[in-house]
């Protein structure tokens, strides 16, 4: 089975720009979730998609935004890049249903660095 | 609210010695706890997780972790070092309240093991 697979692993922008990061959750998998890990901040929860709906948002500014389709791939973008948004972008996704609390996997991670 | 505080951002011990790796934790309602590790350039995986029932939980790579309620602790241990276990190790909370993908993450311990 393929594990959680994020594009592109490597990327450079300069202030001002957008970017647009892509994740393929494990088959069978309808949720995905988005955490940008930085030095200074840890892990920090950005979103989260069920069902193509998102089912929770963590505490970004509205630079920051997602999507799922339908085969529950989802995106994440960010506009207008600051310096700040530099980070490591971690994809999760897992089985969960209901609310049960089920494990996520992680994917490899988008590295970002914003010039 | 729910946070995690992890004691030690660096630990290190001798290949062979006792892990011990240490993570309080803050919540309101019943918590699910967790561990993650994290190798360099790559994503977070999964070790064990607290849910309900039993409170020493065994996980993989033969790490386990006891929540203590009374303590508000959830350590991290191993009998026995390997090298490789030198990673970061994150502790993490959510509840069970359709928030099961919203992790809130302590600040990582960087573990290091010596010959």
């Known amino acids: 089975k393929a594990g959680v697979t994020q594009t592109p692993r490597y990327l450079i922008k300069t202030r001002g720009q957008q970017v647009t990061l892509s994740c393929s959750p494990i088959s069978g998998h309808r949720s995905v979730s988005w955490y940008q890990q930085t030095p200074g901040q840890g892990l920090q929860f950005l979103f989260e998609?069920?069902?193509?709906?998102?089912?929770n948002k963590g505490n970004f500014p509205g630079r920051f935004s997602g999507r799922q389709f339908s085969n529950s791939r989802s995106e994440m973008n960010v506009s207008t890049l600051e310096l700040g948004d530099s980070a490591l972008y971690l994809c999760?996704?897992?089985?969960?249903?209901?609310?049960?609390?089920?494990?996520?996997?992680f994917g490899e991670g988008s590295r970002l660095t914003v010039l | 609210a729910q946070s995690v505080t992890q004691l030690g951002s660096h630990v290190s011990v001798s290949e062979g010695a006792l892990v011990l790796l240490r993570c309080n934790y803050s919540?309101?309602?019943?918590?699910?706890l967790f561990w993650y590790v994290q190798y360099p350039n790559q994503g977070l995986q999964l070790l064990l997780k607290y849910t309900t029932g039993a409170t020493l939980v065994k996980g993989i790579n033969g790490f386990e972790a006891e929540f203590k309620k009374s303590e508000t602790s959830f350590h991290l241990t191993k009998p026995s070092a390997h090298m490789s276990d030198a990673a970061e190790y994150f502790c993490?909370?959510?509840?069970?309240?359709?928030?099961?993908?919203?992790?809130?993450f302590g600040t990582g311990t960087r573990l290091q093991v010596t010959l």
């Open positions: 999760a996704s897992s089985f969960t249903s209901g609310g049960a609390v089920g494990e996520l996997f």
């Open positions: 993490a909370v959510t509840r069970n309240t359709g928030t099961a993908s919203k992790l809130t």
């Open positions: 919540s309101s309602v019943p918590p699910y």
């Open positions: 998609y069920f069902s193509e709906t998102q089912r």
